[in-house]
Protein backbone atom coordinates (compact mmCIF):
# COMPACT_ATOMS: atom_id res chain seq x y z
CA UNK A 1 0.00 0.00 0.00
CA UNK A 2 0.65 3.33 -0.80
CA UNK A 3 1.00 6.15 1.51
CA UNK A 4 -0.22 9.43 0.31
CA UNK A 5 0.72 13.27 1.76
CA UNK A 6 -2.77 13.41 3.14
CA UNK A 7 -2.67 9.79 4.62
CA UNK A 8 0.76 10.56 5.91
CA UNK A 9 -1.29 13.98 7.69
CA UNK A 10 -4.43 12.05 8.85
CA UNK A 11 -2.22 9.51 10.76
CA UNK A 12 0.00 12.44 12.44
CA UNK A 13 -3.07 13.88 14.06
CA UNK A 14 -2.46 11.33 16.55
CA UNK A 15 0.55 12.48 18.06
CA UNK A 16 -0.04 15.01 20.28
CA UNK A 17 1.92 18.37 21.48
CA UNK A 18 4.10 17.07 24.64
CA UNK A 19 2.37 18.19 27.69
CA UNK A 20 -1.34 18.97 25.71
CA UNK A 21 -3.98 17.63 24.69
CA UNK A 22 -3.82 18.96 21.10
CA UNK A 23 -2.06 17.26 18.25
CA UNK A 24 1.00 18.68 16.14
CA UNK A 25 -1.21 18.66 13.10
CA UNK A 26 -3.92 21.09 14.42
CA UNK A 27 -0.89 23.11 15.60
CA UNK A 28 0.27 23.96 12.02
CA UNK A 29 3.92 22.63 12.98
CA UNK A 30 4.02 19.62 10.56
CA UNK A 31 4.68 21.98 7.34
CA UNK A 32 5.74 19.77 5.02
CA UNK A 33 5.58 15.87 3.85
CA UNK A 34 7.50 14.22 0.79
CA UNK A 35 6.56 10.46 0.20
CA UNK A 36 8.35 8.52 -2.91
CA UNK A 37 8.96 4.87 -2.84
CA UNK A 38 8.27 4.17 0.44
CA UNK A 39 10.82 6.49 1.95
CA UNK A 40 8.94 9.30 3.66
CA UNK A 41 10.16 13.12 4.70
CA UNK A 42 8.78 14.90 7.30
CA UNK A 43 9.43 18.69 7.59
CA UNK A 44 8.24 20.00 11.13
CA UNK A 45 8.88 23.26 12.38
CA UNK A 46 8.57 23.48 16.43
CA UNK A 47 8.64 26.84 18.73
CA UNK A 48 9.04 25.58 22.42
CA UNK A 49 10.97 26.93 25.47
CA UNK A 50 11.68 23.12 26.90
CA UNK A 51 14.76 21.37 24.82
CA UNK A 52 12.92 17.83 25.06
CA UNK A 53 9.96 18.93 23.22
CA UNK A 54 11.66 18.61 19.54
CA UNK A 55 13.12 15.20 20.10
CA UNK A 56 10.10 14.13 22.00
CA UNK A 57 7.55 15.06 18.70
CA UNK A 58 10.34 13.87 16.63
CA UNK A 59 10.80 10.03 17.89
CA UNK A 60 6.81 9.99 18.13
CA UNK A 61 6.39 11.14 14.51
CA UNK A 62 8.93 8.81 13.33
CA UNK A 63 7.06 6.12 14.96
CA UNK A 64 3.90 6.61 13.89
CA UNK A 65 4.64 7.00 9.65
CA UNK A 66 6.60 3.96 10.36
CA UNK A 67 3.88 1.96 11.41
CA UNK A 68 2.10 2.69 8.51
CA UNK A 69 1.56 0.11 5.74
CA UNK A 70 4.39 0.30 3.01
CA UNK A 71 6.71 2.83 4.69
CA UNK A 72 10.28 1.98 4.08
CA UNK A 73 11.90 4.39 6.07
CA UNK A 74 11.43 7.81 7.50
CA UNK A 75 13.43 11.15 8.05
CA UNK A 76 11.95 13.89 10.28
CA UNK A 77 13.50 17.10 9.61
CA UNK A 78 13.35 19.27 13.03
CA UNK A 79 13.63 23.07 12.99
CA UNK A 80 13.60 24.24 16.96
CA UNK A 81 13.40 27.91 18.13
CA UNK A 82 12.72 29.11 20.96
CA UNK A 83 9.99 31.71 21.67
CA UNK A 84 11.84 35.11 22.05
CA UNK A 85 11.42 39.18 21.58
CA UNK A 86 10.62 40.07 18.06
CA UNK A 87 13.83 41.45 16.60
CA UNK A 88 14.08 45.46 16.04
CA UNK A 89 12.58 46.89 13.21
CA UNK A 90 11.27 50.45 12.04
CA UNK A 91 8.48 49.66 13.19
CA UNK A 92 9.67 48.51 16.81
CA UNK A 93 8.40 49.85 20.02
CA UNK A 94 10.63 51.89 21.92
CA UNK A 95 12.02 51.05 25.48
CA UNK A 96 10.37 52.41 28.00
CA UNK A 97 12.50 54.84 30.80
CA UNK A 98 10.97 52.39 33.30
CA UNK A 99 10.34 48.86 33.07
CA UNK A 100 6.33 48.50 31.91
CA UNK A 101 4.17 45.91 34.34
CA UNK A 102 7.19 44.61 35.95
CA UNK A 103 5.67 41.71 37.56
CA UNK A 104 4.09 40.19 34.19
CA UNK A 105 5.97 38.06 32.10
CA UNK A 106 3.52 38.09 28.81
CA UNK A 107 0.87 40.37 28.03
CA UNK A 108 -1.37 39.32 25.39
CA UNK A 109 -4.29 41.26 23.47
CA UNK A 110 -7.39 39.92 22.09
CA UNK A 111 -8.19 42.43 19.01
CA UNK A 112 -10.80 42.63 16.32
CA UNK A 113 -11.07 44.74 13.63
CA UNK A 114 -14.86 46.13 14.30
CA UNK A 115 -17.10 46.02 17.60
CA UNK A 116 -20.04 43.02 17.83
CA UNK A 117 -17.92 39.84 16.74
CA UNK A 118 -17.57 38.89 20.95
CA UNK A 119 -13.76 39.79 21.05
CA UNK A 120 -14.83 40.50 24.95
CA UNK A 121 -16.63 37.04 25.43
CA UNK A 122 -13.73 35.56 23.77
CA UNK A 123 -10.66 37.43 25.83
CA UNK A 124 -12.42 36.26 29.08
CA UNK A 125 -12.88 32.42 28.65
CA UNK A 126 -9.29 32.66 27.11
CA UNK A 127 -8.64 34.47 30.16
CA UNK A 128 -10.19 31.50 32.15
CA UNK A 129 -8.53 28.72 30.51
CA UNK A 130 -4.89 30.00 31.04
CA UNK A 131 -5.75 29.98 34.55
CA UNK A 132 -7.20 26.27 34.32
CA UNK A 133 -3.79 25.34 33.02
CA UNK A 134 -2.24 26.14 36.47
CA UNK A 135 -1.05 29.84 35.16
CA UNK A 136 -1.22 32.67 37.33
CA UNK A 137 -3.47 35.25 35.00
CA UNK A 138 -5.45 38.97 34.91
CA UNK A 139 -7.50 40.10 32.62
CA UNK A 140 -7.36 43.98 31.59
CA UNK A 141 -10.48 45.39 29.89
CA UNK A 142 -8.98 48.24 28.23
CA UNK A 143 -12.23 48.57 25.86
CA UNK A 144 -12.56 52.39 26.96
CA UNK A 145 -15.41 53.01 24.49
CA UNK A 146 -17.58 49.99 26.32
CA UNK A 147 -16.23 48.07 29.37
CA UNK A 148 -17.47 44.84 28.75
CA UNK A 149 -15.62 42.95 32.10
CA UNK A 150 -18.34 44.19 35.16
CA UNK A 151 -20.85 42.63 33.17
CA UNK A 152 -19.08 39.76 32.26
CA UNK A 153 -18.08 38.93 35.63
CA UNK A 154 -21.20 40.33 37.74
CA UNK A 155 -18.66 42.88 39.41
CA UNK A 156 -19.46 46.25 39.94
CA UNK A 157 -17.26 47.59 42.90
CA UNK A 158 -15.04 50.01 43.30
CA UNK A 159 -11.23 48.82 43.41
CA UNK A 160 -9.43 49.62 46.50
CA UNK A 161 -5.97 51.28 46.50
CA UNK A 162 -3.17 50.68 48.56
CA UNK A 163 0.23 52.15 49.01
CA UNK A 164 -0.68 54.74 45.96
CA UNK A 165 -1.95 51.54 43.86
CA UNK A 166 -4.73 50.78 42.20
CA UNK A 167 -5.49 46.64 43.34
CA UNK A 168 -6.90 44.39 40.45
CA UNK A 169 -10.20 43.32 41.53
CA UNK A 170 -9.97 39.10 41.91
CA UNK A 171 -12.30 37.15 40.78
CA UNK A 172 -11.54 33.10 42.25
CA UNK A 173 -7.91 34.18 41.42
CA UNK A 174 -8.37 35.95 38.11
CA UNK A 175 -7.07 39.42 38.43
CA UNK A 176 -9.70 41.61 36.74
CA UNK A 177 -9.23 45.54 36.09
CA UNK A 178 -11.98 47.60 33.84
CA UNK A 179 -12.21 50.94 32.85
CA UNK A 180 -16.06 50.22 34.09
CA UNK A 181 -14.92 49.72 37.16
CA UNK A 182 -13.50 53.56 37.75
CA UNK A 183 -16.53 54.93 36.23
CA UNK A 184 -20.45 55.05 36.47
CA UNK A 185 -22.14 52.98 34.16
CA UNK A 186 -24.19 55.72 32.71
CA UNK A 187 -21.20 57.84 31.73
CA UNK A 188 -20.12 58.21 28.36
CA UNK A 189 -16.52 57.59 27.75
CA UNK A 190 -15.69 59.95 24.96
CA UNK A 191 -11.97 59.90 24.28
CA UNK A 192 -9.47 61.75 22.47
CA UNK A 193 -5.79 60.89 22.15
CA UNK A 194 -3.96 62.27 25.18
CA UNK A 195 -7.03 60.96 27.69
CA UNK A 196 -6.21 57.58 25.56
CA UNK A 197 -2.66 57.70 26.67
CA UNK A 198 -3.14 58.92 30.29
CA UNK A 199 -5.73 56.09 30.12
CA UNK A 200 -3.05 53.80 29.71
CA UNK A 201 -0.36 55.42 32.10
CA UNK A 202 -2.76 54.40 34.65
CA UNK A 203 -3.44 51.02 34.03
CA UNK A 204 0.29 49.84 33.56
CA UNK A 205 2.23 52.43 36.19
CA UNK A 206 -0.58 52.59 38.84
CA UNK A 207 -2.55 49.39 39.03
CA UNK A 208 -0.44 47.06 41.02
CA UNK A 209 -1.32 43.78 39.10
CA UNK A 210 1.87 41.72 40.93
CA UNK A 211 3.37 38.65 39.80
CA UNK A 212 1.84 37.30 36.93
CA UNK A 213 2.34 34.59 34.28
CA UNK A 214 0.45 36.34 31.58
CA UNK A 215 -1.75 39.11 31.29
CA UNK A 216 -5.06 39.15 28.74
CA UNK A 217 -5.34 42.37 27.07
CA UNK A 218 -9.40 43.21 26.20
CA UNK A 219 -8.14 46.14 23.34
CA UNK A 220 -11.01 48.16 21.93
CA UNK A 221 -12.61 47.22 18.70
CA UNK A 222 -10.59 48.67 15.49
CA UNK A 223 -7.38 50.05 14.25
CA UNK A 224 -6.88 53.61 14.59
CA UNK A 225 -5.00 55.79 16.66
CA UNK A 226 -6.52 54.70 20.57
CA UNK A 227 -5.55 50.94 19.50
CA UNK A 228 -2.55 51.82 18.08
CA UNK A 229 -1.62 54.43 21.54
CA UNK A 230 -2.14 51.05 23.76
CA UNK A 231 -0.75 48.41 21.61
CA UNK A 232 2.46 50.37 21.63
CA UNK A 233 2.39 51.63 25.74
CA UNK A 234 1.64 48.00 26.78
CA UNK A 235 4.56 46.34 25.06
CA UNK A 236 2.69 43.19 23.25
CA UNK A 237 3.92 40.05 23.10
CA UNK A 238 1.51 38.84 21.07
CA UNK A 239 -2.08 39.44 19.70
CA UNK A 240 -4.94 37.31 18.96
CA UNK A 241 -7.34 37.96 16.29
CA UNK A 242 -11.37 37.69 16.68
CA UNK A 243 -13.42 37.73 14.00
CA UNK A 244 -17.01 36.09 12.91
CA UNK A 245 -17.22 34.36 9.12
CA UNK A 246 -18.54 36.75 7.48
CA UNK A 247 -16.83 38.78 4.47
CA UNK A 248 -17.13 42.04 6.25
CA UNK A 249 -15.93 40.93 9.63
CA UNK A 250 -12.82 39.47 7.95
CA UNK A 251 -11.76 42.57 5.91
CA UNK A 252 -11.62 44.21 9.14
CA UNK A 253 -9.82 41.43 10.61
CA UNK A 254 -7.36 41.88 7.89
CA UNK A 255 -6.75 45.23 8.75
CA UNK A 256 -6.22 44.44 12.64
CA UNK A 257 -3.91 41.40 11.68
CA UNK A 258 -1.83 44.42 9.41
CA UNK A 259 -1.59 46.84 12.28
CA UNK A 260 -0.35 44.81 14.66
CA UNK A 261 2.76 43.61 12.20
CA UNK A 262 3.44 47.24 11.39
CA UNK A 263 4.64 47.40 15.37
CA UNK A 264 6.06 44.31 15.16
CA UNK A 265 3.55 42.41 17.67
CA UNK A 266 3.22 38.53 16.76
CA UNK A 267 0.31 37.28 15.58
CA UNK A 268 -0.75 34.30 17.70
CA UNK A 269 -3.49 33.06 15.75
CA UNK A 270 -7.35 34.00 14.56
CA UNK A 271 -9.99 32.90 16.61
CA UNK A 272 -13.71 32.09 14.24
CA UNK A 273 -16.48 33.38 16.63
CA UNK A 274 -20.44 32.47 16.36
CA UNK A 275 -18.58 29.83 13.57
CA UNK A 276 -22.08 28.06 13.59
CA UNK A 277 -25.08 28.25 15.95
CA UNK A 278 -25.73 25.12 18.27
CA UNK A 279 -29.61 24.98 18.84
CA UNK A 280 -29.96 24.04 22.55
CA UNK A 281 -32.66 21.67 21.57
CA UNK A 282 -31.63 19.29 19.66
CA UNK A 283 -27.68 20.25 19.05
CA UNK A 284 -28.18 20.91 15.26
CA UNK A 285 -25.46 23.04 13.40
CA UNK A 286 -26.44 26.02 11.49
CA UNK A 287 -23.45 27.91 10.06
CA UNK A 288 -26.33 31.49 9.92
CA UNK A 289 -23.12 33.52 9.31
CA UNK A 290 -21.08 31.30 7.11
CA UNK A 291 -18.55 29.13 7.57
CA UNK A 292 -14.94 28.69 7.03
CA UNK A 293 -13.89 32.78 6.12
CA UNK A 294 -11.40 32.73 9.40
CA UNK A 295 -9.96 29.20 8.52
CA UNK A 296 -8.95 30.52 4.87
CA UNK A 297 -8.04 34.22 5.97
CA UNK A 298 -5.78 32.32 8.75
CA UNK A 299 -4.26 30.29 5.97
CA UNK A 300 -3.70 33.13 3.57
CA UNK A 301 -1.57 34.90 6.59
CA UNK A 302 0.47 31.76 7.54
CA UNK A 303 -0.96 32.03 11.28
CA UNK A 304 -3.22 29.35 12.98
CA UNK A 305 -6.54 29.07 13.25
CA UNK A 306 -6.63 28.78 16.84
CA UNK A 307 -10.41 28.09 17.39
CA UNK A 308 -14.12 28.00 15.54
CA UNK A 309 -16.25 28.78 18.92
CA UNK A 310 -20.25 28.31 18.00
CA UNK A 311 -22.71 30.58 18.99
CA UNK A 312 -24.19 28.80 22.57
CA UNK A 313 -27.28 30.73 23.77
CA UNK A 314 -26.25 29.05 27.50
CA UNK A 315 -22.80 31.16 27.19
CA UNK A 316 -25.12 34.22 26.09
CA UNK A 317 -26.89 34.06 29.41
CA UNK A 318 -23.94 33.15 31.44
CA UNK A 319 -22.02 36.51 30.24
CA UNK A 320 -25.12 38.35 31.00
CA UNK A 321 -25.26 36.80 34.47
CA UNK A 322 -21.71 37.10 35.38
CA UNK A 323 -20.52 33.90 35.39
CA UNK A 324 -19.01 32.58 31.60
CA UNK A 325 -16.72 30.20 33.03
CA UNK A 326 -20.42 28.09 33.53
CA UNK A 327 -21.02 28.02 30.58
CA UNK A 328 -17.87 26.61 28.89
CA UNK A 329 -17.32 23.93 31.51
CA UNK A 330 -20.68 22.02 31.25
CA UNK A 331 -20.70 22.89 27.42
CA UNK A 332 -18.85 20.20 26.09
CA UNK A 333 -18.50 21.95 22.45
CA UNK A 334 -16.87 24.78 23.90
CA UNK A 335 -14.95 23.49 26.51
CA UNK A 336 -13.01 21.86 23.96
CA UNK A 337 -12.68 24.95 21.72
CA UNK A 338 -11.88 26.92 24.44
CA UNK A 339 -9.26 24.41 26.07
CA UNK A 340 -7.54 24.09 22.82
CA UNK A 341 -7.28 27.96 21.73
CA UNK A 342 -5.88 28.65 25.21
CA UNK A 343 -3.00 25.77 24.87
CA UNK A 344 -2.15 26.88 21.42
CA UNK A 345 -1.66 30.55 22.70
CA UNK A 346 0.06 29.24 25.85
CA UNK A 347 2.58 26.90 23.68
CA UNK A 348 2.89 29.33 20.58
CA UNK A 349 4.38 32.06 23.27
CA UNK A 350 5.89 29.20 26.06
CA UNK A 351 3.72 29.77 28.77
CA UNK A 352 3.70 25.80 29.37
CA UNK A 353 6.62 23.76 29.76
CA UNK A 354 6.58 20.01 28.17
CA UNK A 355 5.57 17.57 30.94
Not at 225 to 230: E, G, I, P, R, V
Not at 270 to 297: D, K, Q, R, T, W
Not at 311 to 317: D, K, M
Amino acid sequence: MTQTKDTILEALKSVKFPGLSRDIVSFGIVKDIITKDGVVNVFVDVAARDESVPGKIEDEVARTVRALPGVKEVQVHMKWTQPSSAPASPHSRPEPSEPVLPGVRTKIAVASGKGGVGKSTVAAGLALMLQKLGLEVGLADFDIYGPSVPTLFGIHEKPRVFDNKILPLDRNGLKLMSMGFLVEPETPMIWRGPMVHQAADQFLRDVNWGELDVLVVDLPPGTGDAQMTLSQRIQLDGAVIVSTPQDLALIDARKGVAMFQKMNVPILGIVENMSSFLCPHCNHESHIFGHGGAEAEARRLGVPLLAELPLVPQLVAAADSGDPLMAIETHDVLSAAFQNMAESVAQRIGLIAAQ
